[in-house]
């Protein structure tokens, strides 16, 4: 199974920051990479899906960037409502596997 | 719009099934779409465990694949979960979600709100 690493595991920041979270994946997945954020009790939310489409109705301050084994999610302007958990995705081979998430908490 | 909806068993009893039911509204079952099964044991990460078309067309997790059974009833727009042999590492999280495909990338677009199961006797 295609193993994926994010960096940071957790994270401190202010409202307003510029944040970013990496994501590698342990070969090559072109571009079938999704990004999700999770609130506590809450669901996962699509955010981002092969690796740069923003899905309909977020926020255009979230953006996704890479190809291949190395990803970015960046967050222009931290808000409130951001304060969660974030998890990469690839769906390039079976089975599909996550990045063990990246706690964004405030500072 | 598309819901989902899971339902099923709060307790099972180790040894024991673990069955559960995501119901689709809003859309058909029968569309181009994946139907997936994921789960979260507490304090931890999402586990994908298995998905299926409405044709019946099933991939599984291979660390699962020997105890889960995943189905689809389109008479009743709804596809279910069974995990066998659970233990307590089996507690968790349960979502059920639809998997789009497109030409270049599949993504979970459309989640359940999630059931917790807990494996307890």
């Known amino acids: 199974a295609i193993r994926m690493t994010q960096s940071p595991s957790s994270l401190s920041a202010s409202t307003g920051d510029r944040v970013t979270i990496t994501c590698r994946a342990s070969?090559?997945?072109?571009?079938?990479l999704a990004w999700y954020q999770q609130k506590p009790g809450k669901a996962p939310k699509l955010l981002i899906y092969?690796?740069?489409t923003l899905q309909s109705g977020v926020p255009s301050r979230f953006s996704g960037s890479g190809s291949g084994t190395d990803f970015t999610l960046t967050i222009s302007c931290l808000q409130s409502e951001d304060f969660a958990t974030y998890y990469c995705?690839?769906?390039?081979?079976?089975?599909?596997?996550f990045g063990q998430g990246t706690k964004v908490e405030i500072k | 719009q598309v819901q989902l909806q899971e339902s099923g068993p709060g307790l099972v009893k180790p040894s024991g099934t673990l069955s559960l039911t995501c119901a689709v509204s809003?859309?058909?079952?029968?569309?181009?779409?994946?139907w997936s099964w994921i789960r979260q044991p507490p304090g931890k990460g999402l586990e994908w465990i298995g998905e299926i078309y409405h044709s019946g067309s099933t991939n599984y997790n291979p660390s699962l694949k020997s105890r889960v059974t995943i189905s689809v009833d389109k008479s009743k727009n709804q596809f279910s979960l069974k995990l066998s042999s659970v233990t307590a590492a089996d507690t968790a999280v349960y979502y059920c979600a639809r998997l789009v495909p497109t030409v270049t990338t599949y993504y979970m677009d459309v989640w359940g709100k999630g059931t917790t199961v807990t494996v307890s006797s």
């Open positions: 809003g859309g058909s079952i029968s569309s181009s779409n994946w």
């Open positions: 995705q690839q769906y390039y081979s079976y089975p599909p596997t």
């Open positions: 070969q090559g997945i072109s571009s079938y």
């Open positions: 092969a690796a740069s």
